[in-house]
């Protein structure tokens, strides 16, 4: 495989298969796994060309933006946005945003592109923080549900259209914006009721597979992120990956037998340490995408975010130290956006620090990713190296594509459905439940029995 990034400006190296003899034992682990991978590879296939319920996400580079365009340069007329939307209607906005826009663009000189306010979790505290800071502007309500039905989403949507109706004193519908299945819902219902603007999350592309559906491009459009070339990136990913043929070839099924190999032998944990801030949300999407798609039947492996190099400080003695249950991928950047150069130490007092004379922080980020790989590979653990040559919108979208073909392929090697969500759904029936919502008592009842459990043994301090 090679070292040197090629069209896509990505290498990917997987030599360190953990302790003495692990990278042969991988090797072998492939062969044996060959014609379940093609299988595999054949299955995502066949499903994606009929366009089949989970597999949209395949096809998604190829649809046409236009809608998704109007609809940014739309809310670019708005001072703020107000995004409600949890899990797979949030991360990938989190991620996109992270990695393709400024640091700190919510302070943006006012006049420019609008600031952007998320409201995931239905905490009161926050969702009132929210308010204080749009009230009196211009604002847009942008509601992102693909069920258009879960709690979190739908009670922060209301309580916000509440507020902005009550500031405007009429209707506030012409301001709200709802991405959502084309036809099932409350969301869908609302946009047919009151003709507020909306657009459709395909119904094949489930929840954490839908970044790059209006869910993730509008709002990224919206603050200045190209997603022309985002989708052209994840079009090249794909592309590419259809035309390598076999695993050593095909980084993507290389990185699921490598899963698949770690897994069965005993380590059931996978940490993603991108060494670049503009990644740290990233590993975040990631970990929803892998923890939700492979985490069933008592399989999988679960998924831990790092950042390097702050997690060097944190986590790196665990990791080189603790328990050999973890695959590691790190991931670096050959050429970043921006370079600082140090001046030329001269006080004697700091004479011990002319090691940083005239280095840069950019090469020093990169030793260390170096050097924590080095010190995993001594301690034994098996280390997947991802070097990226720039962090762009091309590169994120292929970024973007090669896990989500990685997870699903994992997931059929793994033998279960990687595009179903029955834990997060019981979660959902629970929540409908005990909020009082019809047709949902018996989970009240159900989830109070299992509650009460914990409270059996307990001390109150
Ligand atoms: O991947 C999934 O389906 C889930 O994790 C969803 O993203 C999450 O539960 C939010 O659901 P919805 O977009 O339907 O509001």
């Known amino acids: 495989m090679s070292e040197k990034p090629g069209k896509l400006g990505i290498s990917f190296s997987f030599g360190a298969a953990g302790g003495e003899g692990g990278t042969s ?6 062969g044996e796994l060959g014609p379940s991978i093609a299988e595999a590879v054949e299955w995502v296939k066949k499903n994606a060309s009929r366009d089949e319920s989970g597999f949209g996400w395949y096809n998604l580079p190829d649809k046409d933006p236009s809608d998704v365009l109007k609809a940014a340069e739309w809310l670019r007329g708005y001072d703020s946005i107000i995004h409600v939307g949890i899990g797979g209607s949030a991360l990938g906005n989190l991620m996109l945003h992270q990695a393709l826009l400024p640091f700190y663009f919510n302070e943006r000189p006012a006049g420019g592109a609008p600031r952007f306010y998320l409201a995931d979790n239905p905490d009161p505290e926050k969702a009132r923080a929210i308010w204080q800071r749009v009230k009196g502007s211009r604002a847009a309500l942008v509601g992102v549900s693909k069920s258009g039905a879960t709690a979190e989403t739908m009670s922060q949507f209301l309580w916000f259209r509440s507020k902005m109706a009550a500031e405007s004193g009429g209707s506030v519908d012409g301001d709200a914006l709802v991405i959502t299945d084309p036809k099932g819902g409350v969301f869908r219902s609302f946009a047919n009721d009151t003709k507020c603007r909306s657009l459709e999350i395909p119904p094949s592309v489930g929840g954490r597979y839908s970044v790059l559906t209006p869910c993730g491009l509008v709002t990224a459009s919206a603050l200045g992120a190209d997603i022309k070339a985002l989708l052209k990136g994840a079009a090249d990913m794909r592309d590419f990956l259809a035309s390598a043929a076999g695993v050593e070839a095909n980084p993507a099924l290389f990185l699921a037998a490598t899963h698949l190999f770690h897994e069965r032998g005993g380590r059931p944990m996978t940490v993603l340490m991108p060494y670049a801030n503009r990644l740290e949300t990233f590993a975040e999407w990631f970990a929803q995408l892998w923890g939700e798609s492979v985490g069933k039947e008592g399989l999988g492996t679960t998924p831990v975010r790092a950042l390097g190099a702050i997690d060097q400080h944190s986590q790196v003695q665990l990791y080189t130290a603790g328990p050999d249950d973890k695959l590691y991928t790190l991931i670096n950047v050959r050429n970043r956006a921006e370079e600082i150069e140090l001046s030329t130490v001269s006080d004697s007092s700091l004479e011990s620090l002319s090691y940083l004379s005239g280095r840069k ?46 997870t699903a392929i994992t ?27 019809d047709g949902f008592g018996k989970d009240a009842g159900e989830a109070g029995q299992y509650f009460e459990r914990i409270k059996k043994l307990g001390v109150t301090a």
């Open 25 to 30: 034992k991988l090797e072998s682990s492939i």
């Open 361 to 406: 922080l950019g090469v020093m980020l990169g030793f260390e990713a170096q050097s924590t790989a080095a010190a995993l590979v001594k301690a034994g653990r098996p280390v997947v190296w991802i070097e990226l040559d720039k962090i762009d919108a091309h590169t994120v979208g292929a970024l973007v594509f090669f896990y989500e073909y990685v």
């Open 411 to 437: 997931g059929r090697l793994l033998g279960i459905n990687p595009f179903d969500q029955p834990g997060v759904e019981q979660g959902k029936r629970y929540t409908y439940g005990l909020m009082g919502r």
